[in-house]
């Protein structure tokens, strides 16, 4: 990509979206296609076919999605796998139609099996059952890669899908029902600590861990691999990139030190009743620190920054 080539950011004001867009702006791309939702329904085909027509841009990122933690995926799990199945297909066939130049993909690790073994390596998808709490989400991502892998090999396109792990950041989802863990604790934890409760109960038994990684690193890989030459990745053997840092800890260890930088005095309880979901989910990252890029935004330097942010968003009038 050049400074002034055309790119499309579906999504551009949440979480993915506009990390991309502001590293992007930061490193001086100027051309920037950043539609909301009341400029472009993703779900209509039509809509989507004429903004391409019009717009021609050169790069996409597909960062549009919708998400969710343990409850959202569970308790919704039709509007999860036909939303995303109907955001991936109108973009990637009309970025095949529009010859764009390069698509990244994003997905989630919740694409690997849930007793993949650890860490989960690019060769694992599709060798086991998966979460059963959040597979409609997941084989809607499994079947936007098998799509990126069939245009790549049938048209010659350069689609190229990137698994992060768990992301955090400004502009994330803090909805408690909705939410993932991490924005999920450090709510309950601010507000548990303004209104003097003596505890927090999280859900499971705080025995899985889990990977975290800042959306601005996963946004400076997802620049790298786009500006990657066809010699760094070969887009005719089915490419998969999994974005992480290479590190996990428990959500025992995730709720102490939540608990630590809100300043939360009480108790950590743990309620066994509510589903865990999967036991671990470590991504191996070889691959791309192959390329040459690592992740850079160390756990609690993130946290402590997104929940700076989220005090001044969200909790000031």
Known sequence: MDTHSKILITGPRGLVGSAIVRRLKKEGYANLLTPVHSDLELLDQGAVSDYFESEKPEYVFLAAAKVGGILA????PADFIYENLMIQNNILHQSYLHQVKKLIFLGS???????????MKEAYLMTGPLEPT????????????????????????????????????????????????????LRKFHEAKLENRNSVTIWGTGHPKREFLHVDDLADACVFLANSDSGQVDYAEKPLFNIGTGKDLSIFELSQLIKDITGFNGKIVFDPSKPDGTPRKLLDISKVNTLGWNADISLKDGLESVYQWYIKEHCQS
């Open 109 to 119: 690790s919740c694409i690997y099996p849930k007793l993949c073994p650890q860490p």
């Open 73 to 76: 995926n569970n308790t919704y």
């Open 134 to 185: 959040n597979s409609a989400y997941a084989v809607a991502k499994i079947a936007g890669i098998e799509m990126c892998w069939a245009y790549n090999r049938q048209y010659g396109t350069c689609f190229l899908p990137v698994m992060p792990t768990n992301l955090y950041g400004p502009n994330d989802n803090f909805d408690l029902d909705t939410s993932h863990v991490l924005p999920a604790l």
